[in-house]
């Protein structure tokens, strides 16, 4: 019998967790046509309650006191726990709490802050520049900001409202709506538009009409047009909670953990160890939907531009570059910033002022902790157990050990994030006809599913708010997870909502 990895190792880490009410929250988290409750009698409660829990990785796993909006405020009163920053790694405290700032911060087109430096905006002060031409949200926060700042999406969709935000005369796409989920959307075929590639991300917004904008006469994409020629993809946003940790793993580790379930997972038919390595490095990339990026930094400028319109060191060129007209801003609208004096006295200059803001978005989510699952029950417990009978954990490798590592507390640390970060072919159902890296348009990274408690939207696409539902799509022709979900369904309903209620605890 193939050992599953790491399963020994949670009662140690759920011994060690606070217990997290477990509220059911039902109320307006239904998306159009879909609500909670399947006809199998299998049933998801929704997402988890109570205060947005993150487990103390570093100490300074949260936020400085002033960086919290006043509903966070109430919560660290109620229970100051849930924040404390630690007294070690003053650097990292610095970066991290800079990189909170920035990562919440709204862009516009034209900054307001001092010429020359586009982005350079202080901690604590919130504005930026370098929006467009094109654009799907003006800041990481509108799509990274459920339960907590660096979460995913939230039951409200904040991009219905920046379609006409500043004068903005966009119209919203139908894929968006005011309770759905928070997308981006790739054109499967593209041969219309200038310098952007069949399958890659097209902004759903552009910044004609803005105030801060004039003269820009950048067209939207004709997204009713598209939607109705069936070439449209979607991808809804992944949490970044315990990034920092996948980044520490080596490639050695992932390789092994995959290798121990092997026997197990080629008895329910699944390919392990197809790993998305790097084009030009040769070493597996973690992040995405995918597993197209390799690190944090690469995602983070990388976002910057494809999100926001924000050009900078990783990648100096606005994506639409025929749109001459909508261009406001020397390149790269973000770099690291360059000091006009020599700082005098080391308590007024703060290294963090230097870096960039992909940096700084880099280091927040490196630094972030893991989410903190709620306390285990006895059927929560029954359901982590058919989780790993019936094979899910071939996939969803329950655990990973980071290497040695600069970071305070990221060395040699068991972590728990269910997922083997290696591609399988899901079949038909999920197939979205995009290849990234060494992904195919049938492939997709087993999804993480820690933080999956509080989540309200599944599956790439977001296609579904209800957990039984996302287990039952993993099922069409060709996926490698046929056999285990035949595995599910054969177990009695009392054991298959167990495993919901167990996902629920992540
Ligand atoms: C318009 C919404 C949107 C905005 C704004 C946005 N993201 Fe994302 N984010 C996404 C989506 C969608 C994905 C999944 C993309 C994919 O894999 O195809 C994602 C995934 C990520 C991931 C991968 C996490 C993981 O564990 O795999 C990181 C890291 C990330 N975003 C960082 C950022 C940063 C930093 C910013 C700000 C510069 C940002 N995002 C802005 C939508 C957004
Ligand atoms: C063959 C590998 C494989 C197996 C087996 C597997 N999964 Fe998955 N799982 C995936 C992949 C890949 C995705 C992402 C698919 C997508 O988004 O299109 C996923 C997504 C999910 C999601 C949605 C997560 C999110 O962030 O949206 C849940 C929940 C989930 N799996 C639970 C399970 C459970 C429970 C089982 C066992 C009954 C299981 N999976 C078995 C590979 C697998």
């Known amino acids: 019998m193939p050992e599953k990895k790491g399963s020994n190792m949670r009662k140690l880490h759920f011994g060690t967790t606070a217990a997290v009410s477990a509220l059911a929250l039902t109320a307006s988290l239904t998306m159009a046509g879909a609500a909670f409750g399947q006809a199998s009698g299998v049933s998801d409660p929704g997402p ?34 849930l924040f404390s920053i630690s007294s ?62 660096g979460g995913a999406s939230g039951t409200v969709n904040p991009q219905v409202k920046l379609a006409t935000l500043d004068g903005a005369h966009n119209t919203v796409p139908p894929f968006i709506s005011t309770n759905g989920p928070i997308r981006e959307a790739r054109l499967i075929s593209a041969n219309t538009n200038n310098g952007v590639l069949s399958g890659d991300v097209f902004g759903l ?92 930094l690469l995602f983070a400028g990388e976002a910057y531009n494809v999100e926001q319109g924000v050009t900078n060191d990783l990648f100096p060129n606005e994506r639409h570059f025929e749109q001459a007209n909508c261009l406001f801003n020397p390149l790269p609208e973000d770099s690291e910033n360059l000091l006009t004096t020599t700082p005098t006295t080391p308590s007024g200059f703060a290294f963090a002022d230097l870096a960039s ?44 050990v980071t290497a040695s590592s600069i970071y305070t507390s990221q060395s040699n640390v068991t972590y728990f994030p269910f997922s083997d970060f290696a591609l399988h072919d899901m079949g038909t159902g999920l197939e979205d006809q995009v290849s990234q890296g060494q992904a195919n348009g049938l492939q997709f990274r087993s999804a993480p599913l820690w933080g999956v408690g509080q989540r309200t939207f599944f599956l790439h696409d977001g296609r579904t708010n209800n957990l039984v539902t996302a287990i039952e799509d993993h099922k069409s022709s060709g996926s490698e997870a046929n056999t285990v979900i035949n595995n599910f369904n054969k177990l009695s309903a009392t054991n298959q909502q167990d495993i919901i209620a167990f996902l629920r605890t992540l």
């Open 48 to 81: 988890r309650a109570g205060t947005p829990a993150l487990l103390p990785l570093k100490g300074l796993n949260a936020f400085n006191v002033g960086d919290l909006t006043t509903a966070e405020q109430a919560a660290l009163a109620a229970n100051p726990g």
């Open 88 to 149: 070690t790694g003053p650097g990292e405290i610095e970066m991290f709490n800079a990189g909170a700032n920035f990562f919440t911060e709204t862009v516009s087109v034209v900054p307001a802050g001092v010429p020359g430096h586009i982005n350079d905006a202080p901690p604590g002060d919130v504005s930026g520049g370098g929006l467009g031409p094109s654009f799907n949200a003006n800041s990481c926060l509108v799509c990274h900001a459920s339960p907590i700042e």
């Open 205 to 296: 917004f552009v910044i004609a009409g803005r105030s801060d904008a004039p003269g820009c006469t950048a067209t939207q994409t004709n997204w009713p047009q598209q939607v109705a020629a069936n070439n449209v993809i979607f991808r809804i946003p992944i949490n970044t909670f315990g990034d920092g940790l996948v980044e520490m793993t080596s490639d050695e580790a992932f390789e092994t953990d995959s290798a121990a379930v092997a026997s197990s997972a080629s008895t329910n038919g699944i390919t392990t160890g197809s790993f998305n390595h790097n084009g030009n490095t040769g070493t597996i990339a973690h992040f995405g939907w995918k597993a197209q990026n390799v690190s944090l």
């Open 357 to 400: 803001d992909i940096t700084q978005f880099a280091f927040f989510m490196r630094l972030s902790a893991v989410p903190a699952p709620a306390a285990q029950t006895a059927a929560t417990s029954q359901g982590e157990s058919e989780f790993i009978s019936v094979g899910c954990s071939d996939c969803h490798i329950v655990s990973h």
